[in-house]
Structure formats: structure tokens, C-alpha cells
């Protein structure tokens, strides 16, 4: 079980991937901008963040770049998962520091074992 940190400002998205997350056994954190994100993830620690990009203020991008340039948080593999569906997108956010990048729809069983993943690395 992992503690994941959901960093997304649908409330759609955010209790159908809380659903998903919780039913594959992690424990998830939520947080519904980017600014908000960043300090739960400095004070909670979580051992993956999923990142939005479209987020009110700071964007995704933005966020991701943050995360990866803190010294608290740098460790923390941030997966994005974004409607942004463009190459430059996966490029950019991958670029930002982000290890995968998933455009939304995901599949859940995709994106759990993804995960998966992620945290056994």
C-alpha cells in the first residue's frame, strides 16, 4: 500500500480515481490546486503524487517543476495525468521532471499497475 498524494480540481476526476486508488490499497491524500498540493507533499511526504495539469492558479507543469526542484520533495515520483493529450505536452511534463505522463481517460487497471510500478521502484 502507498501513500498517494492527488493533486486534481474535477470532482469527477477526483473521487473516481480516489475510488480506484483506494480499492487497489493505497491511502490517498487529496488536494484540489497546485499550491495546495505542494505543501501537503512537503509536510505528508507521500510516496507518489498524481498531477492534473489544468489546475486553478498554478499549473501542473509549473507544480511538477517545483516538486522535482525541492530538495524535501525531489525523491517523490510524480505521475501526471492530464487531458492534455499533445506530444509536447508528454514532452514538456516529462521535461518538468515528472517519470510518466497519462492522458485521461486512464484505464484503471492501466493506471494501477502503473503505479504499481512506480512505487516498487
Known amino acids: 500500500m502507498a501513500r498517494i498524494l492527488l493533486i486534481e480540481d474535477s470532482p469527477t476526476d477526483r473521487a473516481v480515481f480516489t ?12 488536494a484540489t490546486n497546485a ?9 505528508q511526504l507521500p510516496d507518489l503524487i498524481l ?8 499549473n501542473g507543469f509549473q507544480a511538477t517543476r517545483a516538486l522535482t ?5 525531489s525523491k517523490i515520483p510524480v505521475l501526471i495525468v ?6 509536447t505536452d ?10 510518466d505522463y497519462v492522458v485521461k ?13 512506480l512505487v516498487a521502484a
Open 105 to 117: 481517460p486512464p484505464r484503471e487497471e492501466d493506471l494501477l499497475e502503473r503505479i504499481k510500478q
Open 51 to 58: 498531477m492534473d495539469v489544468v489546475l486553478p492558479g498554478m
Open 69 to 73: 526542484r525541492d530538495d524535501a520533495t
Open 90 to 99: 508528454r514532452a514538456w511534463g516529462m521535461r518538468q521532471g515528472a517519470v
Open 19 to 30: 475510488q480506484w486508488l483506494q480499492r487497489g490499497g493505497h491511502q490517498v491524500l487529496l
Open 35 to 43: 499550491e495546495d498540493g505542494l505543501e501537503l507533499a512537503r509536510k
Open 82 to 87: 492530464s487531458t492534455k493529450s499533445m506530444e
